[in-house]
């Protein structure tokens, strides 16, 4: 039998990130080739200047130290569009104020609510840092929205008030907001910041209206020659995305990064070639599912695509 032959990993203290991915392109192992090639069809999408580039990822990574890598994502311009949940802006606010800490999967999760404290994965969430921040933060948020005269708003243009608002340079809303890329959050109630807002317009008539989010969505999709997004994790923002890529002809690019299992038929599973027969991926697209954990492989992607 004749092909490419597997080559050994060379990693040395002089290796850039930028050589280790190109060099996993020949190593043929597993997932290393698959995440070297997600990065070669990102690199292609983000040279094409008729792509709409698109990001979606899950609100959990806000709570990591992943949430710089998302930042930069925005902050260096690679993305034109993104869209997550709720939590992301729970997150990116409450971290923007308040400290989060490590923790561990194996605790007594009985007692740490007795010592008012949440787990998500291995980081503890003092309520201190989070609920009561965020309510306090909002509520002064919102005051100050309000007597600026604005009623109705989409989220993303929620997301760019709370970005511009929040100003901190380690925030990844404030960074949408300075590059005007439009954070879409189409569950914005499913979250303390969704709370947040539902309590105060019990009084208020300020409005959060998605609809307007499907107008720019809308326009952003039928305007572009082609579109390409790199697709973290599943949800509600995964599917979001594709389901509007469907009405563009499909991703042209598309790159998967997933945990999550195929086998019970979860969007949050499936695999790029499912989304083929739907029309949210072109039939002709250059795409990959990656499986690997967002915290791993995202930092690798980050500093392939900054030439590091």
């Excluded at 561990?104 to 009985?110: G, N, P």
């Excluded at 009561?132 to 509520?139: A, P």
């Excluded at 109705?152 to 008030?161: A, G, I, K, M």
């Excluded at 303390?192 to 499907?214: I, N, T």
Aim: hydrophobic fraction near 35%.
């Amino acid at each position: 039998m004749k092909g490419r032959a597997v080559k050994d990993l060379r990693v040395s203290s002089r290796t850039r990130i930028g050589d280790l991915v190109k060099q996993m392109e020949s190593c043929g192992g597993f997932n290393a080739q698959l995440l070297a090639r997600g990065v070669e069809i990102l690199r292609e999408m983000l040279s094409d200047r008729e792509c709409l580039k698109m990001l979606s990822f899950p609100a959990c990574l806000m709570a990591t130290g992943t949430r710089g890598v998302v930042r930069d994502f925005v902050k260096e311009g690679f993305f034109d569009l993104v869209i997550t949940t709720c939590g992301t802006l729970d997150h990116d606010l409450a971290r923007s104020y308040g400290e989060y800490y490590h923790g561990s999967f194996h605790v007594d999760d009985a007692e740490l609510r007795k010592r008012g404290i949440s787990r998500l994965g291995n980081v503890f969430v003092p309520d201190s840092s989070y609920g009561l921040l965020i309510e306090e933060k909002m509520q002064e948020f919102l005051e100050e929205l309000y007597r600026s005269g604005r009623r109705e708003l989409s989220t993303y243009e929620l997301c760019w008030e709370l970005g511009k608002w929040i100003r901190k340079g380690d925030s990844f809303l404030y960074w949408c907001y300075r590059r005007k890329i439009p954070v879409i959050v189409p569950g914005v109630t499913d979250g303390a910041v969704g709370y947040q807002l539902w309590s105060f317009c019990r009084d208020h008539d300020l409005r959060v209206d998605p609809l307007k989010d499907e107008s720019l969505l809308s326009e952003r999709i039928w305007s572009s020659k082609r579109t390409g997004a790199l697709i973290v994790g599943g949800g509600i923002s995964k599917h979001h995305l594709i389901w509007w890529a469907q009405f563009g002809g499909g991703l042209s690019y598309a790159v998967y990064l997933t945990t999550a299992h195929e086998y019970d038929g979860s969007l949050s599973g499936a695999r790029t070639h499912e989304a083929i027969s739907w029309g949210k991926i072109g039939r002709k697209a250059k795409h990959v599912t990656v499986e690997g954990d967002a915290t791993l492989c995202l930092p690798l992607i980050l500093g392939a695509l900054k030439g590091g």
